[in-house]
């Protein structure tokens, strides 16, 4: 049973418009919410982050929104840039920190 | 600060084989974390380290098994492959448990034939 669910294995965009990625998560007792970034052969790099006491966590070009009630997390990127085309998986935390992943979503910004 | 390195980079082994994968955690962290991603998947906690203890374990069967060091490195053992183990296998090193503030290696491939 998934429980950090990431429904879009892929993703274009073009160059400069904003990307979405969306996350939707079933165990209320997650209380802190991360994005990683994977290019091919690389280990995942950390993003960004929420807490369930927020609704909006913003860093540069990248903000994360959290509805608590939908259960439901999206990132937004603007504008996109070339660099950004990479896997981005969500993750979920709660209580005994440890992560839990959702399969990611291949972003492609195309030129 | 040296980061989170891992080796081998990548591994063919024949099924029932036994394998060790090794990870150094980055410079002052004392908490190690294995994961397996196998293809189109997410990745899948395995089990943590934390000052040289097993602290907390996901759902793999007893078979990976794990061991970290007086200097935090760790190592995880497969044994008895199977062709479903091959997967990239990602180690993460944190300070004290903090697992939301792990830093992760490049990841061993393993494919097992």
């Known amino acids: 049973d998934q429980q950090v669910k990431q429904n879009s294995p892929s993703l274009s965009v073009q160059e400069g418009r904003i990307s979405i990625l969306n996350c939707d998560y079933t165990?209320?007792?997650?209380?802190?919410f991360l994005w990683y970034k994977k290019y091919p052969a690389e280990g995942p790099t950390f993003l960004i982050s929420?807490?369930?006491?927020?609704d909006k966590n913003e860093d540069g070009r990248f903000t994360v929104f959290l509805n608590k009630s939908a259960k439901h997390l999206s990132l937004h990127i603007v504008p996109s840039q070339p660099g950004d085309s990479a896997v981005y998986f969500c993750a979920a935390s709660g209580g005994d920190d440890k992560i839990i992943f959702g399969k990611g979503t291949r972003l492609h910004i195309l030129p | 600060e040296t980061g989170v390195t891992q080796s081998p980079t990548h591994l063919i082994k024949t099924r029932g084989q036994q394998v060790t994968l090794r990870c150094s955690s980055q410079?002052?962290?004392?908490?190690v974390s294995w994961y397996q991603q196998a293809l189109g998947q997410g990745p899948q906690f395995i089990f943590q380290y934390y000052r040289e203890e097993e602290n907390g374990r996901g759902n793999f069967p007893p078979r990976f098994s794990g061991l970290q060091f007086p200097n935090y490195s760790s190592e995880l053992n497969v044994n008895a492959l199977e062709l479903d183990d091959s997967a990239l296998y990602l180690c993460a090193s944190s300070r004290d448990n903090r697992e939301t503030e792990a830093f992760f290696g490049q990841g061993t491939r393993l494919t097992v034939v």
């Open positions: 165990n209320s007792m997650f209380d802190y």
């Open positions: 929420i807490s369930s006491i927020k």
């Open positions: 410079s002052g962290h004392n908490t």
